[in-house]
């Protein structure tokens, strides 16, 4: 499974460092990646991590704010968003990449609400 | 990139209905296709994968469809636990989302 931490409440220009941590799987066999979802609107994806070489691939919108590290020993992803707008209030979610299916695991989601 | 664009956001169907979702690609995206379930306050539950394979565990009445920029999902003998939103994905050298569609009961 995978879990996720604690929903936050930043100001605006702050950062947010979310983390998801993998159980009952090998972690280094699945690439993870991070989605969200604004309120009441769709899903966005964001970024990739690879576990076992620790490469990164982020979508456009986020290049230059995001930041998605792992740490292998205790098998957790983390997903920095730095300078935070009001519209990046959403929820945040894991998901492990099971090739060549698509998502097939994910995080219980993480509320992050950016408010001055 | 590639832009998905489902049809219709919106559906109203009854319980026992067939019903058939359809998801278009701004190009060919071969069978790089894949398809979820989400309820409120949930994460998606992943439903087919390469465009017509079903999941483990999910019930036959769910189907999937198509290739190059046309698919579908259809469910047949819609159920009363059925009623929720559903997207598409796209996943192969980008991953895109569908902006989803809801589906609710009549």
């Known amino acids: 499974q995978l879990v996720q931490s604690g929903a936050e409440v930043k100001k605006p220009g702050a950062s947010v460092n979310i983390s998801c941590k993998s159980s009952?799987?090998?972690?280094?066999?699945?690439?993870m990646h991070w989605v969200r979802q604004a309120p009441g609107q769709g899903l966005e994806w964001m970024a990739w991590?690879?576990?076992?070489?620790?490469?990164?691939k982020y979508g456009e919108r986020f290049k230059g704010r995001i930041s998605v590290t792992r740490d292998r020993s205790i098998s957790t992803v983390y997903m920095e968003l730095k300078n935070l707008r009001s519209d990046d209030t959403a929820v945040y979610f894991c998901?492990?990449?099971?090739?060549?299916?698509?998502?097939?695991?994910w995080g219980q989601g993480t509320l992050v609400t950016v408010s001055a | 990139d590639v832009q998905l664009t489902q049809s219709p956001s919106t559906l109203s169907a009854s319980v026992g209905d067939r019903i058939t979702i359809t998801c278009r690609a701004s190009?060919?995206?071969?069978?790089?296709l894949a398809w979820y379930q989400q309820k409120p306050g949930k994460p998606p539950t992943l439903l087919i994968y390469?465009?017509?394979g079903l999941e483990s565990g999910v019930p036959s009445r769910f189907s999937g469809g198509g290739s190059g920029t046309e698919f579908t999902l259809t469910i047949s003998g819609l159920q009363p636990d059925d009623f929720a939103t559903y997207y598409c994905?796209?996943?192969?050298?980008?991953?895109?989302f569908g902006q989803g569609t809801k589906l609710e009961i009549k």
């Open positions: 994905h796209y996943y192969d050298a980008y991953y895109t």
């Open positions: 390469k465009a017509s």
């Open positions: 190009q060919s995206i071969r069978n790089w």
């Open positions: 009952g799987y090998m972690f280094n066999a699945y690439y």
């Open positions: 998901a492990r990449y099971r090739t060549p299916d698509g998502f097939d695991m």
């Open positions: 991590v690879n576990p076992h070489a620790g490469g990164t």
